[in-house]
C-alpha cells in the first residue's frame, strides 16, 4: 500500500515537469534536485552521481525521459 494519493504524485510530477509535456526530462530532474542538495550542502559531484542513479532507476525503458507511469512506478514500489 501507498501512503501517496495519485493526485499528490500528479502534483510532484508537475513540479519536476517544467514544460508540462508529460515527461520529466534529465535536465529536469536536475533542475530539480540540484538547488536541493545544493541546500543541504551535497558537493555538485555527489549531486550529479546521485541524479544519474536516480535517472537508472526512474527511466525503466531507458527511454532518456521518465513518464509519469516510470514516476509512479517507482515512488510506490517499495
Ligand atoms: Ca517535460
Redesign the pocket.
Known amino acids: 500500500m501507498s501512503s501517496l494519493s495519485d493526485e499528490q504524485l500528479k502534483k510532484e510530477f508537475l513540479r519536476m ?9 534529465i535536465d ?1 530532474l536536475k533542475n530539480y534536485y540540484k538547488p536541493m542538495q545544493e541546500m543541504i550542502g551535497v558537493s555538485p559531484q555527489m549531486a550529479e552521481q546521485e541524479i544519474q542513479g536516480l535517472i537508472k532507476r526512474l527511466d525503466v525503458d531507458n527511454s532518456g ?1 521518465i513518464s509519469f507511469e516510470e514516476f509512479k512506478l517507482f515512488c510506490t514500489r517499495r
Not at 515537469?17 to 526530462?25: A, L, V
Request: hydrophobic content about 10%; proline content about 0%; overall charge negative.
Open positions: 515537469d517544467k514544460d508540462n509535456d508529460g515527461s520529466i526530462t529536469e525521459t
